[in-house]
């Protein structure tokens, strides 16, 4: 009895020492830190407010970065978390409309990622989460022959070209996200 104690005291002592346990900051594929998700255009969500049907709904951040709600119009939504979304709408739906309104939103539809240069089918492919550099590259149909697979540039958040980071295949995507898998010469 007292063996299995030990044993089972090791295994958690283990699994409490393991990289990235504990850790607020959460991880994605390789143990790379994830980006806290930033809505952008093209982004569609669900806002549900709760005992208000006719509050709720589905709506898309349109162009100007902003969504079109029921009775408070226009909320910026672009550069905003779920959460600081959620806040922006609480303060409006309190000016005047609801007591004590409690909102939910969820992203229903990501934006899409870009992959461009050697891969069989570059273009815009919806985001799914989780991905990888290998996956995009896999739903764009492969490397070509000519495809320098050691020099893979992302570029983060609609930045200029000069801002693009080399990075591994595994490392992760997000939406809004140009991949760029550069041409080898030999």
């Known amino acids: 009895m007292v063996r299995l104690r030990l044993v089972l005291c090791a295994v958690l002592l283990a699994l409490a020492l393991l990289p990235g346990r504990g850790s607020a900051q959460s991880s994605g594929p390789a143990g790379a830190p994830q980006a806290v998700y930033r809505l952008d255009t093209g982004d569609k969500l669900r806002v ?13 951040v349109n162009s100007t970065g902003v ?3 029921p009775l408070i119009g226009e909320v910026k939504a672009e550069g905003r978390t779920l959460s600081e979304l959620e806040q922006a709408i609480v303060a409006k739906l309190l000016n005047g409309y609801l ?4 909102v939910s939103i969820e ?11 050697e891969v069989n089918n570059p ?3 919806p985001y799914v989460s989780g991905m ?3 996956n995009a590259v896999a739903l764009a149909g492969g ?4 495809a320098r697979k050691d020099r893979i540039l992302i ?3 609609g930045a200029d070209k000069d801002s693009a980071t080399v990075v591994g295949e595994r490392a992760a995507v997000l939406p809004g996200d140009i991949i760029t898998v550069d041409e080898r010469f030999f």
């Open 143 to 146: 490397y070509t022959y000519r």
């Open 155 to 157: 570029q983060r958040n």
């Open 107 to 117: 992203v229903l539809n990501y934006r899409p990622f870009y992959i461009l240069g």
């Open 67 to 69: 969504i079109s709600l």
């Open 48 to 60: 549900t407010v709760f005992d208000e049907e006719d509050l709720s709904g589905e709506f898309e």
């Open 132 to 134: 990888t550099v290998l």
């Open 123 to 125: 273009g815009s492919y």
């Open 99 to 102: 007591k004590n309104p409690r």
